[in-house]
T-cell receptor, first 112, second 110 residues
Framework: DGGITQSPKYLFRKEGQNVTLSCEQN?????MYWYRQDPGQGLRLIYY???????QKGDIAEGYSVSREKKESFPLTVTSAQKNPTAFYLC???????????FGSGTQLSVL | LAKTTQPISMDSYEGQEVNITCSHN???????ITWYQQFPSQGPRFIIQ???TKVTNEVASLFIPADRKSSTLSLPRVSLSDTAVYYC???????????FGKGTTLSVSS
């Protein structure tokens, strides 16, 4: 089954701590995305990557970092600089023809 | 980047047809229009995509007028399980910044 795997499903962060959210895909898609969703709100773009070793900031990149060392992996690090990290984080991958994105099941991040 | 505007919420009853309209006045020539459905605590799911005129699949229809400045998602005979948030997304290629709007919350009652 081709798809997007996000882990963990739930994550807790202590103040001042960096945490990393995992996103893996076996779709062989070039493009990958990270979105943040706050309760009752829409999706906001954090980072996106069109190809390995390349990524671009989205609308709310401050306090986050990413890497794209392998085509199938696009991890997101929530740094201590992100003062309000509690949210639902969604990873997606898309083909290059048009943006039919496939989303993972999400990671709920909370602050202890 | 084409910005999208949708109604915040809509209410319907089971068995009715629901039409959700999205405005995208500055859509580019090579942009596609894609609709997604999202249930609570899940990632959005692709519903339908189109470029112009009408597209139909097993779950929905998408109507796009000639000027392409808006689009309408049509859900025939909705059921309680269609209660969800619906997003329209405008863009031309994966790998570019794909910006979602706020979505439309559809509530279906019996």
């Amino acid at each position: 089954d081709g798809g997007i795997t996000q882990s963990p499903k739930y994550l807790f962060r202590k103040e001042g701590q960096n945490v990393t959210l995992s996103c893996e895909q076996n779709l062989n898609h070039d493009a990958m995305y990270w979105y943040r969703q706050d309760p009752g709100q829409g999706l906001r773009l954090i980072y996106y990557s069109q190809i390995v070793n390349d990524f671009q900031k989205g609308d709310i990149a401050e306090g986050y970092s990413v890497s794209r060392e392998k085509k199938e992996s696009f991890p997101l690090t929530v740094t201590s600089a992100q003062k309000n990290p509690t949210a639902f984080y969604l990873c997606a991958a898309g083909d290059r023809v048009a943006e039919k994105l496939l989303f993972g099941s999400g990671t709920q991040l909370s602050v202890l | 980047l084409a910005k999208t505007t949708q109604p915040i919420s809509m209410d319907s009853y089971e068995g009715q047809e629901v039409n959700i309209t999205c405005s995208h006045n500055n859509i580019a020539t090579n942009d596609y229009i894609t609709w997604y459905q999202q249930f609570p605590s899940q990632g959005p799911r692709f519903i339908i995509q189109g470029y112009k005129t009408k597209v139909t699949n097993e779950v929905a229809s998408l109507f796009i007028p000639a000027d392409r400045k808006s689009s309408t998602l049509s859900l025939p005979r909705v059921s309680l399980s269609d209660t969800a948030v619906y997003y329209c997304l405008v863009g031309n290629q994966a790998g570019t910044a794909l910006i979602f709007g706020k979505g439309t919350t559809l509530s279906v009652s019996s």
